[in-house]
């Protein structure tokens, strides 16, 4: 993928941090975990949500660098890149389609608020876009230590932006547009990955050209989709996690 045979160990290193640093950030920015984060922080010490979000984003991305270091043990480096690339297209895909809140971000709190939002956390992004990131991430760079790092930090950082500024940030940028640009970097990302994989032959060319449009015309299909989903009102008798946050104030 973005693996450079021609940089030092350390600079190597340093190169896949910040590769899995950005990706990771930009991939939860307008993500279903900044809306509990900020759900949380109207409930909740900073302090303590931060540490929880820490706790359950470290074991997330833990198991997803153990998952991705596996995977490259027994399959070749090539069919990874090919699969991590298309996976990043499936990635921006689905940062475009938007989440729903899930049933972990209703539930009421039954524990103490460390554990609340550690728990909260952990369920609501297991199997998330960034964490299979993540497994991608790791099975490309081969440097579990710094994946792991990096992708942590993305979404520690991305979710403390909420919980320190609070809902001031979203309300200056368009969460559609911060959703558009975020599948952009999925997307690049994949393609330059896939690039790298397959060569610069003309009949590489003449399918990644083919891959672009599908990818294009598939993006407009799901913006519409989402956009016609936005339109429709809430189902009723569901509550938000802002909505618990609440209840637990009033209290």
């Not at 230590?145 to 979203?170: E, S, Y």
């Not at 009949?203 to 449009?213: E, T």
């Not at 598939?218 to 996690?241: H, I, K």
């Amino acid at each position: 993928m973005f693996t450079c045979t021609h940089l030092s160990r350390e600079d190597a290193a340093l190169h896949t941090l910040i590769t899995s640093f950005l990706m990771v950030a930009l991939g939860e920015m307008g993500d279903k975990s900044q809306l509990l984060a900020l759900a949380f922080a109207a409930k909740y010490p900073a302090g303590q949500v931060m540490l929880g979000v820490t706790l359950a984003t470290a074991l997330l991305q833990g198991l997803a660098v153990v998952v991705g270091c596996c995977l490259a043990e027994v399959i070749p480096m090539k069919a990874i890149s090919i699969v991590a690339g298309l996976s990043f297209l499936l990635f921006g895909l689905w940062t475009l389609r938007g989440e729903q809140d899930g049933d972990e971000a209703t539930r009421e709190c039954r524990f103490g608020p460390l554990m609340t939002v550690a728990l909260t956390f952990f369920l609501a992004e297991m199997g998330d876009k960034t964490q299979l990131a993540t497994v991608a991430l790791a099975a490309d760079f081969q440097s579990p230590v710094a994946v792991f790092l990096g992708a942590t930090a993305g979404m520690v950082v991305a979710d403390g932006i909420v919980v320190l500024v609070g809902d001031l940030f979203l309300r200056r940028i368009s969460p559609r547009l911060m959703k558009i640009a975020s599948a952009g970097i999925f997307m690049v990302f994949g393609f330059v990955t896939l690039f790298q994989a397959t060569g610069s032959s003309a009949a590489s060319l003449a399918h990644l050209g083919g891959l672009a449009v599908a990818t294009a015309a598939a993006s407009c299909w799901v913006l519409r989709a989402d956009r016609a989903a936005g339109s429709e009102p809430a189902p009723g008798g569901e509550r938000s996690a802002d909505e618990c946050a609440r209840e637990g104030q009033a209290e």
